[in-house]
């Protein structure tokens, strides 16, 4: 199994900064894409940003220039780097990994979620 535990969360101010990290563990013998995900009330879980193997980034429109994210990849780790945070991004954070674990000496593909963390941008 692989598991994801996340932190960094919590209430920031408009303008300030915050950075998510994103750990994984367990049987995993390589980790292919990593991402954030957030939810706000009302709303649908949408793509924050994504991150791939070789270091390939994506982000949504509405972060774009404010976020950056990035990957340890000997920590299996995922960051997302939030800098001046807008109201509208006050939402819970969840990361992303997938890639491929081991099972009774056999390999197989995962897609694993983290249990989000809540983000509040708010003076």
């Known amino acids: 199994q692989v598991q994801l535990v996340e932190s960094g969360g919590g209430l920031v101010q408009p303008g300030g900064s915050l950075r998510l990290s994103c750990a994984a563990s367990?049987?995993?013998?390589?980790?292919?894409?990593m991402g954030w995900y957030r939810q706000a009330p009302g709303k649908q879980r949408e793509l924050v940003a994504t991150i791939s193997k070789s270091g390939a980034t994506n982000y949504a429109d509405s972060v774009k220039g404010r976020f950056a994210i990035s990957r340890d990849n000997a920590k299996n780790t995922v960051y997302l780097q939030m800098n001046s945070p807008k109201p509208e991004d006050t939402a819970v954070y969840y990361c992303?990994?997938?890639?491929?674990?081991?099972?009774?000496?056999?390999?197989?593909?995962?897609?694993?979620w983290g249990q989000g963390t809540q983000v509040t941008v708010s003076s």
């Open positions: 367990g049987t995993i013998a390589t980790i292919n894409a």
């Open positions: 992303n990994v997938d890639g491929v674990r081991y099972n009774s000496g056999n390999l197989r593909p995962f897609d694993s």
